[in-house]
Every structure is written in structure tokens, then in C-alpha cells.
């Protein structure tokens, strides 16, 4: 870990020398001011006030309170300095976040699911406030003790040699008992926040998906789940908590021991010459000033130094994004339709084998489900609220990898491709449309940018929604998302998909909020969008989470989904072999459709 980290810790201090230097040069004048404390102190009493002279007593104390007065100008350069050090490093660990985040979902987005990353919002937010306040309070530290470390030992030099043989040994003692704890803390560190973060992504995924886990009756693992990972998180921090008492240890020995040697001794030095004054000033750079910076830079290395190595590691960590692994059975699903074309066509969608649940000890939700989707062909997929349709058109447009199971769109497998692929091949619609703030024609080319002005305006007139961008403005009026109904989004978001250059559409109830007139036109103009010159020889498709019978009615075939077997086959034949699709009839001619909101 410590390896890892040097060489980006040495370019970037290598591209500050100038701030490094202007640094030190600060903090050497507060060396001489504690040169000067103990020093002077020593000068008063054995030349003034021990030898009766008071006035020369008194003119190397006010020596030593003009060092004192002085040391604002220092310390105001030391904080201006630091500051040109912290802010640029907090600046690039936010920037690499976000290349993280970016690069994550890019690479696979099936990982994401609906659920925000919150370890990269971690790692945005609260770890890199965690480096710029550890790194700042790890060199001031640092730096006051050594410094002050070269003015005290420098004094203790120049008032008697022997002081340094009794101060010295507790003191590399100390350092050396307490640089042994470094590395086992921060190893301790690092499994804290593994754990902290274990425990804000696992209850991130619990509260995204309590509909879901109570749908399924998976309360009681998500409960066990999540209690494990506090139990971990409460495990690392006694671990980390014995280290800080051990970190305590070695502070007392280099803190406390050599002051207790000093008075011990003090017969001894007496008897070697050492004076009274001496005496006085090597304990004043003891306690007002060695030891102080030294608690200081222990307490900062021992907790600040520690959880900044971890943090800046779990970002190179973080830096490597894994290739997503491909399905064992993903290249014996596609040898067959991508070998031989010319003995049938390649389906738009296959579905095999697929299952998929929400917990470990939940009934799946998609069980060895499997579906083929012929090119051109227009699919509805019906059954009761929370038995998998969503579900499934999440797992075939790739949000959503399944526990089992191979996706193929086109002959080629979802699993492993990244976000910009993906959105190629298949366009998603969800009941909630997202429509930003922008202009109407930003929004409608969010998912082809490249779309020309006659090319939008076929597809405003196809999905009927002329009227509506004229109300708006125009294509170039500024949209605002909470003036519009939950109908006019989904109409603007239709015309966002139609224009996209993806051949697969799926309508998750994108069109819930429309009314019936509207809805029919929409999947009209998207089956048609499947054909290429009216001949269904091309890799599109529609699939509609139908909740209406005349989207039903309207599809090609019918996808029934019950939990234990479903059924697909056209209206006709649904009607007379599936008693759950007969009884989804029945419901539907007896449920008024929904007005647009």
C-alpha cells in the first residue's frame, strides 16, 4: 500500500517545490523562536538573576518575548503555503472520483442496477474531505515537530552537551516504537473503511429496494445481510481502537520519559557542570516545545497519516476498473444463430435459461426464463404487478445481469458491453419519463445528436406530438420538466427513443399516461420502426410491459408471466390455453383507462 502510493505522492510534491521551499523558509523562523525560548531563559538566570544581575536578566527575557511577538508573520506564511498545497490535491481526488464513477458505469452498467454508486459518492464527498483536512493537519504537524525538533536539539547543544544523552535515547525510543505501529494501523484503517463503505452501499441497495425485497418476502435476509455488515464494521473498530491504544503507548515513552530522566539525572549533571539555567532551558524545550510538537505528529501520523494512506489508496484501487465476466455459457448460446445465418435469421432478442431474484432466499422472480424475440416482431408481455416484468425488461436491455442465464440482442451476448454499446442496440422507456431542463430540441436528440431538423420533425409528426412542442415554443424553446404532465413526458421521451439509432425498443408502461388514442399511435409507429422497407429483416424490435388489452391485442405475441410457467403466443391462442391471461382480460375490460396526470 505504502509502495504504491510514493510515486504519485513525489510528483505531486515534485510539482511544488517552490511552495515546499517558501514553506520551509517560513518554518525555520519559528525554529529560531524556539532556539530562542529556551536559550534566552537559560542566559537570564545564569547570567542575570543567579549572578545578580537583574537588568541583563530581564534584557534576555524581553529577547525571548520579542521571538514570542514575532511569530505571527511565520505562521501566517505557514497557513498560505499549506494552503497551496491542499486545495490542489483535494481538487484532483475530486476529479479522479468522478473519472471513476464515469468510468464504472460506462464500463458496466448492469452492476448499477437504479441504484446510485454510493461508494463513489464516498469517495466524493466525505474521503476526499477526509484527505485534504488529514493531509493539511499531517504537514503542519509534521512539519512543527521537525522543526521544532532542529531549535530545541540545537539549544540543548549549545547549553550543555550532556543533555542530549539523557533526552535523545527515550525519544528514538518512542519514534521507533511508534513507526512500528504505522503499517498495522493502517492495515486496520483500511478494513475499517472497507467496512464503512460495505455498510453504506448495503444499506444504499436495502432502502433503493424495499419495495422489491418486501414483494418477495426477502425482509429477514436483507435484515441478516445487513446486520453482518455492521457486525464487520463494529469488529474493525475495536481492532483499529487496540492499535490507538498501543499508538498511546509509544507516545508516553517518547512523550513523558525523557522529562522523568531529566529530573532523575539531574544530581548527575549538576556534578558534570551542567548548570542551573541549562537545566531550566531543556526543560523548557521539553515541555513547551519538543514534546507538544511531538504529541502533536504522533496523534496525526498514529490517526490523520494512517486513514490518509488508506483513503488515497482505496482511490488507486478504485482507479482499476474489471472487465465484466462473459457468461461460461455466452459463446455456446451465440455459436449457433451467429455461425449460421444463412439457415435462419438471427432473432433480435434470445433469452435463455435466465433466473433472477432479489436475495438468496427469495422465490426468483425469473425462473430458467426463456424467450425469442423474431426481428420485426412486436411483443407485449403481460401478468400480475411485481411478477418479473420490469424486471425482464431491465435484464434484456442490460440494466439488470441475471443471477443465471444468457441475453443475446442480435446474436451477441449483453453481458460485458458498456453503456454507449448498449445503447446502440436497445433504447429502454421507463413508466417515469426523464425529460431536463434544455431546450425541446436538446431533449428529443438527447439519444442521437447527430439527428437532423427533418429527421425530428417525422418523428414529432409520427408520435402525434406536433401540437405539444408547438404549445412548448418550438423545437428551440427552453422545456421546463415541472410545468409538463406525466403524459407530455412520455410523449417527449417516445420521440426521444424513435429518433434513437438503437433497432430494440422497450416500453416499460412508457405509455401508462397517455390515452388510448395516443398510446395505439405510439406502438403503431414503433412497430413500424422495427421493419426496414416493410420486410422484417432487421435486428429490431418492440417489447411492451403492456397494462392495457389493446396493446396486447395489437403485439404479434403475447408474453405471459405468472411466476411458475409462463406462456407466449398470440392473443388467440393465449385465450384459449392460459386461464391467468383469460382472467388479466376480464380485469382490463373492466378497469376504465387511467386519465393523463
Known sequence: MLRRNLPPARRFLRGRRRVLVRLGGW???????????????????????????????????AVAAVSILGAGPPVRGVFAQLAELTEPLRDA?????????????????????????????????????????????????V??????????????????????????PPLVLGIGLFLATLLPMASAQRAFLDADEAVAEGVGSVSAGHRDLVACGAQADAVRRTGRLFDTAERTSRV????????????????????????????WLLRQGVTTGALAGALTYLLQALLPALHSMMTALGAAGTRLLV???????????????????????????????????VPAVEVHAVTHAYGPDSPPVLDRLDLT???????????????????????????????????????????????????????????????????????????????????????????????????????DAVLDPRVLSHGERQLLALCRAYLSPAPLVLLDEATCHLDPVAEARA???????????????????????????????????????????????????????????????????????????
Open 373 to 475: 424475440v423474431r426481428r420485426g416482431e412486436h411483443i407485449a408481455v403481460v401478468g400480475p404487478s411485481g411478477i418479473g416484468k420490469s424486471t425482464l425488461a431491465g435484464v434484456v436491455s442490460g440494466l439488470v445481469a441475471p443471477d443465471r442465464g444468457v441475453v443475446l440482442l442480435g446474436g451477441e451476448p449483453v453481458a460485458g458491453r458498456s453503456a454507449r454499446d448498449l445503447a446502440d442496440r436497445r433504447v429502454l422507456i421507463p413508466q417515469q419519463a426523464y425529460v431536463f431542463t434544455g431546450s425541446v430540441r436538446d431533449n428529443l436528440r438527447h439519444l442521437r445528436p447527430d439527428a437532423t431538423s427533418a429527421e425530428l420533425a417525422r418523428a414529432v409528426g409520427t408520435l402525434g406530438a406536433g401540437p405539444l412542442v408547438r404549445r412548448l415554443g418550438g423545437p
Open 523 to 597: 406502438e403503431h409507429a414503433f412497430a413500424e420502426r422495427a421493419f426496414t422497407d416493410g420486410t422484417r429483416d432487421r435486428d429490431g424490435a418492440l417489447i411492451v410491459v403492456a397494462h392495457r388489452l389493446s396493446s396486447a391485442r395489437r403485439a404479434d405475441r403475447v408474453l405471459v408471466l405468472d411466476g411458475t410457467a409462463p406462456r407466449f403466443g398470440t392473443h388467440e391462442e393465449l385465450l384459449a390455453g392460459s386461464a391467468l391471461y383469460r382472467d388479466l382480460i376480464g380485469h382490463w375490460q373492466q378497469t376504465p383507462p387511467p386519465a393523463d396526470r
Open 93 to 141: 481526488l475530486v476529479r479522479r472520483a468522478v473519472r471513476q464513477a464515469l468510468r464504472r458505469a460506462v464500463t458496466d452498467p448492469a452492476r448499477t442496477d437504479d441504484r446510485s454508486d454510493t461508494g463513489a459518492v464516498s469517495r466524493l464527498t466525505h474521503q476526499t474531505e477526509i484527505v485534504r483536512d488529514s493531509f493539511a493537519g499531517l504537514v503542519l504537524t
Open 143 to 168: 512539519r512543527a515537530f521537525v522543526f521544532n525538533a532542529v531549535g530545541a536539539l540545537i539549544g540543548l547543544l549549545a547549553l550543555a552537551p550532556e543533555l542530549l544523552l539523557v533526552v535523545l
Open 27 to 61: 518554518s525555520l523562523l519559528e525554529s529560531a523562536q524556539t532556539f530562542l525560548g529556551g536559550y534566552c531563559l537559560a542566559q537570564a538566570l545564569d547570567r542575570g538573576f543567579l549572578a545578580g544581575r537583574t537588568g541583563t536578566g530581564l534584557l534576555w527575557l
Open 240 to 267: 483499529l481502537a487496540r492499535w490507538a491504544a498501543l499508538r498511546t503507548v509509544a507516545l508516553g515513552v517518547a512523550g513523558q520519559l525523557p522529562v522523568l530522566l531529566l529530573l532523575v539525572t539531574t544530581p
Open 311 to 345: 483513503v488515497v489508496d482505496r482511490f488507486q484501487d478504485a482507479t482499476a476498473v474489471p472487465e465484466p465476466p462473459t457468461p461460461p455459457d455466452a459463446t455456446a448460446a451465440t455459436a449457433g444463430p451467429a455461425r449460421s445465418p444463412r439457415r435462419r435469421p
